[in-house]
Nanobody, 124 residues
């Protein structure tokens, strides 16, 4: 099991940028593929981006391709999500999540450990 804590959310204007961070408390961070998921009011929680255990492989939802970048620093047990050109439809609670294994996981059901979430609000 891994404890996850997100930070970096906030309120930005459309076209702006934010960087989310997720600190993982575990001795086996490299045993986990990681992901960022989001949930908007009244909608299901969806995978936005995912990354393999070593950072070599990534997955992005079509809605964020070219605007978001997921990365990880295994020396610091930290996951990142760089978000550029933000749009009002990106408004959601963003969650960091972990899945035991090596490859990026595009499905929400693959994740077993979750952070508490951080709010991102984009105004037009």
């Amino acid at each position: 099991q891994v404890r996850l804590e997100e930070s970096g959310g906030g309120h930005v204007q459309a076209g702006g940028s934010l960087r989310l961070s997720c600190a993982a408390s575990t001795r086996t961070f490299t045993s986990y593929a990681m992901g960022w998921l989001r949930q908007a009011p009244g909608k299901e929680r969806d995978v936005v981006a995912a990354i393999s255990y070593n950072g070599a492989s990534t997955y992005y939802a079509n809605s964020v391709k070219g605007r978001f970048t997921i990365s990880r620093d295994n020396t610091e047990n930290t996951l990142y999500l760089e978000m550029n050109d933000l749009k009002p439809e990106d408004t959601a609670v963003y969650y960091c999540a972990a899945a035991w294994g090596t490859v990026p996981r595009p499905r929400e059901s693959s994740y077993t450990d979750w952070g508490q979430g951080t709010q991102v609000t984009v105004s037009s």
